[in-house]
Nanobody
């Protein structure tokens, strides 16, 4: 099972970016999918998560600016980031709770990080 993250880059303050996270390989099902971010010397923090039922959770710092969504048919989650601020600069990691078959437990999987830099 692999999670492939994409969509990071350099953007000016106030700009937008859209991150994608696609799960591939052989597995049974995915429950929650989410995005976390990390800056050097700090812990990895939750940005947003979305359940298989569509229920969303956001960090207070991104509420109203970021939107998480998912396409279950494509096993892909998206993070639309608007009104970006310099403090959003970080490496963003996607995460998904996946079980390999219907009788297995869900385990967390991580994608490679994608750098988001907000700077003028």
């Amino acid at each position: 099972v692999q999670l492939q993250a994409s969509g990071g880059g350099l953007v000016q303050p106030g700009g937008s970016l859209r991150l994608s996270c696609a799960a591939s390989g052989r597995f049974g099902s995915i429950s929650d999918m989410g995005w976390y971010r990390q800056v050097p010397g700090e812990e990895r923090d939750l940005v947003a998560r979305i359940g298989s039922d569509g229920i969303r959770k956001y960090a207070d710092s991104v509420k109203g600016r970021f939107t998480i969504s998912r396409d279950n048919a494509k096993n892909t989650a998206y993070l639309q980031m608007n009104s970006l601020k310099p403090e959003d600069t970080a490496v963003y990691y996607c995460n998904a709770d996946i079980r390999l078959h219907r009788f297995a437990v869900f385990n967390p999987y991580w994608g490679q990080g994608t750098q988001v830099t907000v700077s003028s």
